[in-house]
């Protein structure tokens, strides 16, 4: 390739925009005429070049490509979910919601910042903050396995608490699920679970390389023996967008606006080997560029047009969660009594103890299930 190609391909994401403003995050505490539009982006992938892979991933490279973009009196947020050796990974969902709503807190409290027991990502590094501070996210992230990646998976998942999350953790004792299930019954209730970040706009932009140069003429993995297993005709999606149709419907539901022409995916890297589908090739893909430049140019328009939004009432900007060192122990204890098969009278570990349903009076919960049945224990 000729140095101007190249030398065009390196000017043209810029659009003559210049360098962003740099978020600031005090501007949280202005009032909303005031203060710079903001947005967050996001890139989904695992891969970092500070970690296995060896190799950065293309949604950092699209990611940074979006910031140079947009326009320069913006405040650009961005953040790479990607996995770096020795650092913090986002923890996985506890499911609180599933026993009350009331038990899910606005923003999560299963993990809290630079815990030594579960660090957490999606602490440490802010984020309920910065989602709460942005007007409009923009989440670019590969397809894998016929969905999103579980580094993004994570992330939505530890989003359920901007869904009618309690804003209040006090009103449980931090953690009390007897307490969270009261408190979901309570004439309040109504009034404290609102979609905590409703309003803003969320952009999703998926890519993938359609089994790269796995499959065979009949859209078949090459590597099967068992032809039989995989019927092409049957693989999910008409359309390949529709892998980060869970993350995009999530955030519906939550009164975040995903307009239908900022949910987009493309190709790229079909037919050839992984190794030759990394970011610098990505770069060269015209069709594929263009198709990612587009949708961020339909992103800024939109998002401008709309303007900024008004915080909600219970805000993650400026929270500091309260201490819970007494309600820690007083759930330690509900825990002991649980491992010694004496739960609280009327809680559902009574009533599931009562019925047989799950065998869980234990003193060493973290002991696997296979290993109590190779140990012989019921």
Same mark, same amino acid.
């Given at each position: 390739?000729?140095?101007?190609? #190249?030398?065009?391909?390196?000017?043209?994401?810029?659009? $003559?925009?210049?360098?962003?403003? !740099?978020?600031?995050?005090?501007?949280?505490?202005?009032?909303?005429?005031?203060?710079?539009?903001?947005?967050?982006?996001?890139? *989904?992938? &695992?891969?970092?070049?500070?970690?296995?892979?060896?190799?950065?991933?293309?949604?950092?490279?699209?990611?940074?490509?979006?910031?140079?973009?947009?326009?320069?009196? #913006?405040?650009?947020?961005?953040?790479?979910?990607?996995?770096?050796? *020795?650092?913090?990974?986002?923890?996985?969902?506890?499911?609180?919601?599933?026993?009350?709503?009331?038990?899910?807190?606005? +923003?999560?409290?299963?993990?809290? !910042?630079?815990?030594?027991?579960?660090?957490?990502?999606?602490?440490?590094?802010?984020?309920?903050?910065?989602?709460?501070? /942005?007007?409009?996210? /923009?989440?670019? $992230?590969?397809?894998?396995?016929?969905?999103?990646?579980?580094?993004?998976?994570? =992330?939505?998942?530890?989003?359920?608490?901007?869904?009618?999350?309690?804003?209040? &953790?006090?009103?449980?004792?931090?953690?009390?699920?007897?307490? /969270?299930?009261?408190?979901?019954?309570?004439?309040?209730?109504?009034?404290?679970? @609102?979609?905590?970040?409703? $309003?803003?706009?969320?952009?999703?932009?998926?890519?993938?390389?359609? $089994?790269?140069?796995?499959?065979?003429?009949?859209?078949?993995?090459?590597?099967?023996?068992?032809?039989?297993?995989?019927?092409?005709?049957?693989?999910? =999606? &008409?359309?390949?967008?529709?892998?980060?149709?869970?993350? @995009?419907?999530?955030?519906?539901?939550?009164?975040?606006?995903? +307009?239908?022409?900022?949910?987009?995916?493309?190709?790229?890297? !079909?037919?050839?080997?992984?190794?030759?589908?990394?970011?610098?090739?990505?770069?060269?893909?015209?069709?594929?560029?263009?198709?990612?430049?587009? #949708?961020?140019?339909?992103?800024?328009? =939109?998002?401008?047009? !709309? *303007?900024?939004? &008004?915080?909600?009432?219970?805000?993650?900007?400026?929270?500091?969660? +309260?201490?819970?060192?007494?309600?820690?122990?007083?759930?330690? #204890?509900?825990?002991?009594?649980?491992?010694?098969?004496? +739960?609280?009278?009327?809680?559902?570990?009574?009533?599931?103890?009562?019925?047989?349903?799950?065998?869980?009076?234990?003193?060493?919960?973290?002991?696997?299930?296979?290993?109590?049945?190779?140990?012989?224990?019921?």
């Amino acid at each position: 390739m000729s140095s101007e190609w #190249w030398a065009a391909i390196l000017e043209e994401p810029t659009l $003559g925009y210049g360098a962003s403003v !740099k978020p600031h995050d005090e501007n949280g505490r202005l009032p909303v005429d005031q203060r710079p539009f903001r947005v967050l982006l996001l890139s *989904g992938s &695992e891969r970092r070049q500070y970690n296995c892979p060896g190799v950065d991933s293309k949604s950092r490279s699209l990611m940074l490509r979006m910031a140079d973009r947009l326009p320069q009196e #913006w405040e650009i947020d961005y953040e790479d979910l990607g996995n770096v050796y *020795g650092r913090e990974k986002i923890q996985s969902c506890n499911a609180c919601v599933s026993t009350s709503m009331a038990l899910c807190v606005w +923003p999560c409290n299963c993990y809290e !910042k630079d815990s030594k027991d579960e660090p957490d990502l999606m602490w440490n590094l802010d984020l309920y903050s910065r989602l709460d501070l /942005a007007d409009a996210w /923009a989440v670019i $992230g590969p397809l894998n396995w016929y969905g999103p990646s579980s580094n993004l998976k994570l =992330f939505f998942d530890r989003l359920v608490c901007m869904n009618g999350g309690c804003p209040d &953790e006090r009103l449980i004792d931090h953690k009390d699920p007897e307490l /969270a299930m009261r408190l979901e019954h309570s004439p309040e209730w109504r009034e404290l679970s @609102v979609n905590h970040l409703e $309003g803003r706009t969320a952009g999703f932009f998926g890519y993938g390389d359609e $089994g790269a140069d796995e499959l065979d003429p009949s859209g078949r993995p090459r590597k099967l023996r068992h032809p039989g297993y995989f019927d092409p005709e049957q693989e999910p =999606f &008409e359309e390949e967008r529709e892998a980060y149709a869970p993350l @995009v419907w999530q955030a519906r539901y939550s009164g975040i606006e995903v +307009p239908d022409d900022l949910w987009s995916y493309a190709t790229t890297g !079909k037919g050839v080997p992984y190794s030759e589908d990394q970011a610098e090739d990505m770069v060269r893909d015209r069709e594929f560029m263009g198709s990612f430049d587009a #949708w961020t140019d339909r992103f800024a328009s =939109f998002v401008a047009g !709309k *303007g900024k939004v &008004e915080p909600g009432r219970h805000r993650a900007y400026g929270y500091t969660p +309260p201490g819970h060192r007494w309600a820690d122990i007083k759930l330690k #204890w509900r825990g002991i009594r649980m491992g010694l098969g004496r +739960p609280r009278d009327g809680s559902s570990p009574a009533e599931q103890q009562r019925l047989g349903l799950n065998r869980d009076a234990t003193l060493s919960p973290k002991e696997s299930e296979g290993d109590r049945l190779r140990d012989g224990d019921s």
